[in-house]
């Protein structure tokens, strides 16, 4: 296992087993994960033509969703006047992270602490870790939030991988839900019709067994994502014509900062983790 720069004007570094097996990532650029080769297969989506412009929020890769998943359903900050409103998703994935290589566990570790900017939308001193194993066919993730303040601290988690695909008509999904929320109408549907809309674009919520998965015919392969409670949402997310679909785990639904629904609450001075797989099985 070696860490090495690979693009220097993109700020983009490769964590490796070997010429087949890979991951590259961006600490600038919210600590997100751009691409992961396993077996020689490119597993992720990823936008490079859209990364290279700052001004535009990443499309693909795996990028990390904190402390908000999703949106806030208020013009002003949970937190009272002194403080901006948090945008979609949280303030991680446009932070700059930093990283370190664990030698004995051959393991990669992004961690991100607060700062000025982010005390302009979240008054509390924390430090989240992602620590990512790279293994054949996987990818492990350990999350662990800790909470440095003298006040206990809301967070919701989540993360947003871009996976490639052939053509959204190959796609099988296995063991979903009978329904799910459709996030931009609101409403309570059937999983089934819903994801039948999948090449028109679908954004849809559902709580799972811990596990999702999809099958790419064409591709031959079977994507399993672990994520097991408290980290058992499950978002599918697709953006035609994009060749790729999203299929997040998250802690908590939108709006769980000013509902408090399924909103996790850490102790002063404790700390909450959360795991996470992404598995890859090469079908005949």
Avoid at 72 to 86: A, E, K, M, R
Avoid at 198 to 204: K, M, S
Avoid at 264 to 277: G, H, L, M, T
Wanted: aromatic share 14%; proline share 5%.
């Amino acid at each position: 296992m070696q860490i090495k720069l690979s693009n220097k004007d993109q700020g983009i570094f490769v964590f490796q087993s070997d010429q087949n097996n890979y991951i590259k990532f961006c600490p600038e650029r919210g600590g997100v994960i751009t691409n992961w080769v396993s077996e020689g297969k490119e597993i992720l989506y990823f936008d490079e033509t859209r990364f290279m412009d700052k001004t535009q929020s990443i499309r693909g890769g795996i990028p990390i969703l904190f402390p908000i998943c999703g949106n806030l359903n208020t013009s002003n900050s949970v937190f009272g006047t002194d403080f901006l409103q948090l945008n979609q998703h949280g303030f991680a994935r446009d932070l700059r992270w930093q990283y370190s290589f664990n030698e004995n566990e051959k393991s990669l570790c992004l961690f991100l602490n607060e700062s000025k900017n982010t005390k302009k939308y979240y008054p509390f001193d924390f430090e989240l870790r992602v620590e990512v194993s790279l293994k054949i066919n996987c990818l492990e993730f350990e999350i662990t939030i800790f909470n440095k303040s003298e006040n206990a601290m809301p967070i919701n988690f989540g993360l947003h991988p871009y996976f490639n695909v052939s053509d959204f008509k190959n796609i099988e999904f296995i063991g979903n839900p009978l329904n799910c929320q459709n996030q931009e109408k609101n409403i309570i549907s059937n999983t089934l019709d819903e994801l039948k809309n999948i090449n028109l674009g679908v954004d849809l919520l559902m709580y799972t067994s811990g596990r999702s998965e999809f099958i790419d015919k064409i591709f031959k392969r079977k994507v399993t994502l672990n994520h097991p409670y408290p980290f058992d949402l499950g978002v599918i997310w697709s953006d035609p014509p994009r060749k790729m679909i999203c299929l997040e785990p998250w802690t908590s639904p939108r709006n769980s900062f000013v509902d408090g629904f399924r909103n996790i609450v850490i102790p002063s001075n404790e700390s909450q983790r959360f795991d996470a797989s992404i598995q890859i099985k090469n079908l005949k």
